[in-house]
């Protein structure tokens, strides 16, 4: 496995912790331009009441504005395989690179990605497939709202 992969997931793996310390759903994110940090974010949906602030959304805001030529040379890392909405963020700033923790508690539309030239890189860490069990297992009803079901 890629270290380099594995040392940015663990800060997203971080972010996720975060979130779930703050009683929300454990998923999250960083974005990363050359080798460097440049956002982070986790699923805020319970903590803000929001519908639409996943963990990938939350880390591409707090990224803040970039130039589609920026864009161009990110790779974001999420604990778990990205949903629709946030895969249409990543193709419409035309991130080339997804590293994913996990994609077997969820899968989005990688195959879809894989078509538009988005190269999936999935890590299958044991850690955040635990991480995601514990949390549906006690959090059923949480998690089917997540991911629309």
């Known amino acids: 496995m890629n270290k380099v992969h594995v040392k940015f997931m663990e800060e997203a793996i971080r972010q996720a912790v ?12 960083v ?3 050359n080798g460097k940090i440049i956002g982070r974010g986790y699923n805020k949906r319970v903590q803000r009441g929001s519908a639409i602030l996943h963990a990938e959304m939350d880390c591409l805001d707090d990224a803040g504005r970039l130039s589609l030529a920026d864009y161009k040379k990110c790779i974001i ?16 700033y035309k991130i080339p690179v997804v590293v994913i923790g996990e994609n077997k508690t969820f899968k989005g ?20 497939k635990d991480m995601m069990a514990n ?14 079901v």
């Not at 778990?80 to 193709?91: F, H, K, N, Q, R």
């Not at 990688?110 to 044991?126: A, H, T």
Request: with cysteine; glycine share 10%.
């Open 18 to 29: 975060l979130g779930l310390s703050a009683g929300g759903i454990p998923i999250g994110s």
């Open 31 to 33: 974005l990363v331009k």
């Open 77 to 92: 890392y999420s604990t778990l395989s990205p949903c629709d909405m946030c895969t249409g963020a990543i193709l419409l």
């Open 109 to 128: 539309p990688e195959s879809y990605s894989k078509k538009r030239g988005v190269k999936i890189i999935n890590l299958n860490m044991k850690k955040c």
């Open 135 to 148: 949390f549906i297992k006690k959090n059923p009803l949480l998690w089917n709202e997540d991911i629309a």
